[in-house]
């Protein structure tokens, strides 16, 4: 986003001060995000995001201001990376609350407090959770242990032992950074960088902690219950905000992911928020219509056949399918695939009876001897039936295979 003018991207003038930046960002944030149905857009969400993390850092907006996108890239990173898109502060997204991800590469925040000096913001955890269909379907809520890194308590995570103090680091004073200005051809740039004599932390400690071997912090377990709401599919991914670990000596706290895995059904096939069910008829039943019960993923539900149907036929039952994620109240259809059962085993009455229907219908069972053509042997005949059957069964597969194949995509 080379040209891309930041202020004009928040629609903030340039004199904005920090809460008039943070204002304008969140609200652009609600309409842009993708989750939002009618005014979300990803690609605009994303350059907005990138605007507020340099506008909402006093340093970053100082370079950009006077030096524009090139300030930022000699002057801003820490490490010298030029990428802004790992560190940015999801605490202006509170009011949205959990935000279901399974739009992002999860790449926007991937870099825990990379470019930034400083004591770095803790992990971010994941946790893989399996779900049946019909939890994923209609939403569940489960109990999940974790582990994850806490402030110690002994020392309440400065890493010092008990009595023993930390002592400002000399080398930067405590700021954990230090500024280095270089002259260019271009001008003066001052570059920060993490300071090399205590890593960025500012201090160093007298005596380390012995409960956490001067770390600050612990591995702690933690039980959780969470909610996960109807529609979820494999591949969705929910943030449990600041359940990852801490970082060092009160550094951000980083976030649970939780990425869903969703069991096969043996009778339901999943595509997005349509299901996909095969149902045996009659011959009877697809000669005069009826009804029967079918399932769906509610219960058994009533459903018309009409007369005259034929194989392969698919009837919609609206509403019957899974509910869409952010519209939980809206909810796909369930698409069902009529085969017709040809009777294999018949009675000497039945047979009687298929005879006389073939009879009224006028129906030839058998070619007479004078029309078949001279290679004919009645092997072709049974050859060719058996051809349509395997026709019929791998329509329906592949359907089947496709929507497996998709729902393994994240
Ligand atoms: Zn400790
Ligand atoms: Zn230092």
Do not use: W
Not at 146 to 173: D, E, L
Not at 193 to 220: D, H, M, N
Not at 369 to 397: A, L, N, T, V, Y
Request: net charge neutral.
């Amino acid at each position: 986003m080379a040209a891309q003018d930041y202020y004009s991207i928040l629609e903030v003038p340039k004199t904005a001060g920090p809460d008039e930046i943070k204002k304008a960002f969140r609200k652009k944030a609600a309409a842009l995000h993708p989750d939002n149905k009618d005014t979300g857009d990803e690609t605009k969400f994303k350059e907005l995001v990138a605007a507020y993390e340099v506008l909402s850092d006093e340093n970053k907006k100082a370079l950009y201001d006077r030096y524009g996108e090139d300030g930022l890239k000699r002057g801003g990173g820490g490490s010298g990376s030029a990428s802004y898109g790992s560190d940015f502060d999801m605490s202006a997204f509170s009011d949205l609350g959990e935000i279901f991800e399974y739009f992002f590469g999860g790449n926007f925040r991937g870099g825990q407090g990379r470019a930034r000096g400083g004591p770095q913001r803790g992990a971010d955890l994941r946790f893989d959770m399996e779900l049946d269909f019909q939890e994923a379907v209609f939403g569940v809520e489960k109990k999940i242990t974790i582990k994850h890194q806490r402030s110690c308590s002994t020392c309440h995570g400065s890493g010092a032992a008990p009595g023993s103090n930390s002592v400002t680091c000399n080398s930067c004073g405590g700021h954990g950074q230090v500024r280095q200005t270089t002259s260019t051809l271009f001008g003066q740039f001052s570059q920060i960088t993490v300071c090399p004599g205590c890593q960025g932390e500012g201090s160093k400690v007298e005596k380390a902690c012995e409960s956490c071997s001067g770390k600050g912090l612990l591995r702690k377990e933690r039980t959780l219950e969470l909610k996960i709401p109807a529609g979820v599919d494999t591949g969705s991914r929910i943030r449990v905000t600041g359940e990852g670990d801490s970082g060092k000596k009160g550094a951000g706290v980083g976030d649970l992911y939780v990425i869903v895995h969703v069991r096969q059904h043996e009778k339901f096939i999943r595509e997005n928020t349509t299901i996909h069910i095969k149902q045996p008829i009659s011959m009877s039943m697809a000669a005069l219509g009826g009804d029967m019960l079918v399932d769906t993923v509610g219960g058994k539900r009533l459903l018309k056949i009409p007369s005259g149907t034929q194989a392969g036929t698919v009837i919609t039952m609206r509403s019957e399918g899974v509910p869409f994620l952010s519209h939980p109240e809206k909810r796909g259809d369930q698409l069902v695939h009529l085969f017709i059962e040809t009777p294999t085993k018949l009675s000497d009455e039945e047979k009687e009876l298929y005879a006389k229907l073939a009879e009224l219908r006028g129906e030839k069972l058998t070619v007479p001897e004078s029309e078949r053509p001279q290679s004919s042997s009645g092997k072709e005949g049974k050859h060719d039936k058996d051809k349509d059957k395997e026709k019929d069964k791998s329509i329906f597969d592949a359907i089947a295979g496709v929507f497996k194949g998709k729902s393994h995509e994240e």
